[in-house]
């Protein structure tokens, strides 16, 4: 396990991906999102592993995103920051009502990211729908709570995000990472 490994996870739409970026400018290394990721790879190259498309090949495709991040992470010093982390992807299978491969579990059980997770809860007054982002605010909910379930079966503990601006959000990061400014690794 890693302590410096730091995920951020939650439901869509959120407001994760806005601070992992906002720290990221601040200077912290960060992993995005596999899921995005693999969406826009998808799309680009004119595939089927998306969501809307096949469920399943969208889900396999993300365990290798999530494990070259997890890796790269290692050349880093200082924390880095994970936009959602491989326990996510056992959440969405299962709101999916999909199985979860033995692989995908020996995965998320394998490579530990720090044990306090923080989580963004639901919230309807920032949520927005996007290209990538398709599901209505009640599945976001869901989601939340298939992340809540995910990460505490795989041993997490879970801290929720501030509903705030995003300097507040980012100062509890700081605050709850006991990372200053001048102690922050490079990406």
């Known amino acids: 396990m890693s302590e410096r490994f ?59 995103h999530d494990l070259r991040s997890y890796r790269q992470a290692h050349r880093a010093t200082g924390p880095v920051l994970f936009d959602r982390g491989l326990p996510d992807l056992i959440g969405y299978l ?41 599901q209505s605010f009640a599945e976001a909910e869901s989601t939340y709570q298939h992340m809540v379930a995910a990460y505490t079966d795989c041993g997490y503990e879970l801290v929720d995000l501030p509903r705030g601006t995003v300097e507040q959000r980012v100062r509890f990061v700081r605050d709850e990472l006991g990372v200053h400014r001048a102690q922050q690794g490079s990406p």
């Open 94 to 134: 299962r709101l999916c009502s999909l199985p979860v491969p033995e692989h995908v579990r020996a995965a998320a059980h394998r490579f530990r990211y720090r044990q306090r997770v923080l989580i963004a809860p639901p919230w309807e007054q920032i949520y927005r729908q996007d290209d990538q982002r398709a």
């Open 6 to 64: 730091v995920v951020i996870t939650g439901g869509p739409g959120a407001g994760k991906t806005t601070l992992v970026e906002r720290l990221a400018a601040a200077g912290f290394a960060h992993a995005p999102e596999a899921g995005r990721a693999v969406i826009t790879d998808q799309v680009a190259i004119g595939g089927r592993a998306l969501p809307w498309a096949d469920r399943e090949l969208f889900a396999e495709l993300m365990p290798a």
